[in-house]
């Protein structure tokens, strides 16, 4: 009985695909559970990357955004300083575990496509040769990282998070 209500209740409401962000908490100025980590968030219902961002550096103040998604370097990551980066991912669904019967409707299919996420992929640029003083763009290439696998946790109580560990 309680798991028809539960059905009823993802058939019945409205449903927003949420936005998933990966942030990077490096420097040595933030607290130890956080330093030169990454997490996985998912954010509000309709909150874009700008609306994020901003959100985050209002929780952390003396925050420097960083504003290109490419790995830093040791000496962001010894500083004593703050540097956020931030950027969006896309979610890969496993729906191996949804409800994969012909019956099922789609809205639940979809509810388990959404919030049954492990895995999200994002493109990193990367100049390939010498970069052109003319045209930054036309020696930059992207690089897709396919597999990030994301456990479970929670950080704050305003943001969902889950920890990352990156395959490629």
Do not use: W
């Amino acid at each position: 009985k309680m798991e028809a209500a539960y059905y009823d209740n993802i058939i019945e409401q409205q449903r927003v695909e949420p936005e998933f962000f990966r942030m990077g908490f490096y420097g040595r100025k933030f607290p130890f559970f956080l330093r030169n980590k990454e997490f996985v968030c998912r954010g509000y219902d309709y909150e874009r990357l700008e609306d994020f961002q901003q959100r985050m550096l209002g929780e952390f103040p003396q925050a420097i955004a960083m504003q290109h998604p490419n790995q830093p370097d040791d000496t962001i990551l010894q500083s004593d300083a703050q540097y956020l980066q931030i950027y969006a991912v896309t979610p890969v669904s496993d729906i191996s575990d949804a409800p994969q019967l012909e019956r099922v409707p789609e809205r639940i299919k979809s509810f388990y496509r959404i919030n049954n996420v492990h895995r999200f992929h994002y493109d990193r640029p990367f100049h390939k040769g010498s970069k052109d003083r003319e045209n930054e763009f036309r020696c930059r290439k992207s690089r897709r990282a396919r597999s990030s696998h994301c456990s479970s946790s929670q950080y704050s109580s305003s943001v969902k998070a889950a920890s990352v560990s990156e395959g490629q």
